[in-house]
């Protein structure tokens, strides 16, 4: 019969990634003839733990270079774009204590940039990953308890250093 013990520990509890493609509007103060680059900078982002729901908040900048009056000109148009993801993640017990890690897979990317109707249109495609690390317990076999111990006994230890003393060491 085997004796068990349970540990109380921190592990992840839940794991999941979710890849989202989205189109936005970058408007510019001339009106576009040419887009010659479009870039992405300053993404920031967090977890959030909502009541046992994952929510991903964060951030990016959209730079969008382009030539205005018959490309003999250029410009560049910087906007700001917040999101909030929520992203489900298979957890057996919810709870607020839950320590949400989250990291970016795929930085957010320019897939498609083009100029309809003089506004210029961009897909943006990211992808990220949440680990949710809370207490868990693990069930662990233990053995019986043997004494695996030799028996010393100090009295043969001390007559056997005795013995190996020099007397005349110090004269």
Do not use: H
């Not at 520990?9 to 003839?33: L, M, W």
């Not at 917040?82 to 957010?108: G, W």
């Not at 943006?124 to 990953?129: M, Y």
């Amino acid at each position: 019969m085997a004796n068990y013990k349970e540990i109380v520990t921190k592990a992840v509890v839940g794991k999941a990634k979710k890849t989202s493609i989205d189109s936005f509007t970058v408007e510019t103060n001339e009106i576009p003839n040419t887009v010659l680059g479009c870039w992405i900078i300053n993404n920031t982002f967090n977890g959030v733990n909502n009541n046992g729901e994952v929510y991903i908040n964060g951030g990016y900048d959209i730079n969008v270079w382009y030539s205005y009056d018959n490309d003999t000109k250029t410009g560049v148009s910087t906007k700001t774009y917040n999101y909030s993801d929520k992203i489900n993640v298979n957890l057996k017990e919810k709870s607020q204590n839950n320590e949400i890690i989250v990291r970016s897979l795929k930085q957010p990317t320019v897939n498609d940039v083009k100029i309809e109707n003089n506004i210029v249109k961009v897909t943006v495609e990211k992808e990220l990953a949440v680990e949710v690390v809370g207490d868990t317990k693990i069930r662990v076999s233990i053995e019986d308890m043997e004494d695996d111990y030799d028996i010393v006994d100090d009295n043969d230890l001390t007559d056997e250093v005795i013995e190996q003393i020099d007397e005349e060491y110090l004269k």
